[in-house]
């Protein structure tokens, strides 16, 4: 549960509590990292040290639901020069470690991240009247924590998450989500690392399916050409009522030529899938070749998990030659050395390797596979083969369920174990499947189904794919009891 507490009513320790003067008993009297944010607030808005503030009565660190401790509310005045109306600024707390005593986020350093490396923020449009700001952003923030600290799955700026609902649960058309760099706010170092602040944008389907087939960094410019779609600080205004491209028909124009000349940068999700080996039945329920849904998902061993995160973290710079991340990178500790470790790195990766029998975690070459998706995932397939394997690059499915993984790759992307000679590869749960660019086109035909998202909506809630080295491939659209449609970006640089 939360409360709203108003300035003077604030527990020891929380942003905004003491005197407001500024004094220099902040320090004592603030854990260091929520202190550094603090500061940061406190430059952008000098008039306000004590803001209404959304609270997590009992904390994350004690049990509780909510692993924000706090999110703060600003009334920000805008810029009239630059057309930027008023609005209400939300900022959490509680994403970056706040307080160095390994209660929720392991130290790793001062020279990395903070916790996971960032803070979210929200700025919404102020409506006439308005006096106090609403608080149902606060926990529309918690969600997306609460994605954050149970996949571990950071958020970079130009992300998509995927709502399917009104962000105020309203009659909005803005249900879904971008993520960029708040436009005020700088980066903090604290003595925990450094923290840096992402901003959250409600956007309409409309413009989440052009993120997801060009690129978020793409549609978020677009957005701050139109001032009543977000203008130059990207505010959301949840009565917004067309999209860009309804209210100039020539963006659409924009983004179709971005999509032919750049292809798509979003190199995965996390979805509902799974996958099976049909090359020979298994021989009884613990035979690894099967990964069925419906079954306890198996475990990645920790070196695969690093690969998976590594891919789906890069993505793929526009202008590099594509690399997956090997599987024998060099490690210390369990962990790969490029990258700062995450919590679960330190309580999983060991051990998880240690239980994973040998035989699961060799690689296998298959002559046919069975893929399976929910819905919105299987309607990407497309954006999967002309937006990213005809561009030369790689794109993964991650399970949201389980440790599976589904990775297509083109002919140029460097250190995956799929080949041409063995184009359908596992690594325990994870699969690889290599095509042609010639396959791609013949998988593009059949798959024109899909092109046309909401017709697949409609009528099917499933998608069953069949791919075989011996046979063309084979799609089937079938209706299921629905799967849960809800997935996030995840991300990519």
Known sequence: MEG?????????????????????????????????????????????????QVTAILKYWLGGPDPLDYVSMYRNLGNPALNVPEHWHYVSFGLSDLYGDNRVHEF?????????GFELTFRLKRETGESA???????????????????????????????????????????????????????????????????????CTEELHAAQQWNGQGILELLRTIPVAGGPWLITDMRRGETIFEIDPHLQERV????ETDGSNLSGVSAKCAWDDLSRPPEDDEDSRSICIGTQPRRLSGKDTEQIRETLRRGLEINNKPVL???????????????APS????????????????????????????LKFNQ?????????LRGRLLHGRHFTYKS???????????????????????????????????????????MLEDLEDLNSPEEVRLHHSCIFLELSQRAQPILQLVFDPPLSLQAAALPHP
């Open 4 to 52: 709203v507490r108003p300035g003077g009513g604030r527990p020891a320790g929380a942003p905004g509590s003491g005197s407001g003067s500024g004094s220099a008993s902040f320090p004592s009297l603030f854990p260091p990292g929520l202190h550094g944010i603090y500061g940061e607030c406190r430059r952008l808005y000098p008039d306000q040290p004590n803001p209404l």
């Open 376 to 384: 919105e995932s299987g309607a990407l397939i497309p954006l999967c």
């Open 108 to 116: 790793t350093g001062t020279d990395g991240p903070s916790g996971f």
């Open 325 to 339: 991340p090997p599987i024998n990178a060099q490690r210390q500790n369990g962990l790969n050395l490029d990258r």
């Open 400 to 442: 949201i369920t389980g440790d599976t993984a589904i990775t297509f790759v083109s002919t140029g992307v460097e250190g995956a174990f799929a080949t041409e000679e063995h184009p359908y590869a596992a690594h325990g749960p994870w699969l690889q499947i290599l095509l042609t660019e010639e396959f791609v086109e013949r």
């Open 256 to 259: 179709d030529k971005g999509i």
């Open 133 to 203: 700001p609403p608080t149902w952003p606060a926990e529309l923030m918690q969600g997306l924590a609460r994605y954050v600290f149970q996949s571990e799955n950071t958020f970079c700026s130009g992300d998509h998450v995927s709502w399917h609902s009104p962000l105020d649960n309203s009659e909005s058309r803005i249900q879904h989500m971008l993520l960029t760099e708040d436009p005020q706010m700088q980066p903090v170092q604290t003595p925990f690392g450094v923290v840096t602040f992402l901003q959250i944008v409600g956007v």
């Open 343 to 370: 919590r679960k790195d330190s309580l999983e990766s060991e051990s998880s390797a240690a239980i994973i029998p040998h035989e699961l975690i060799r690689t296998r070459q298959l002559e046919s596979v069975h």
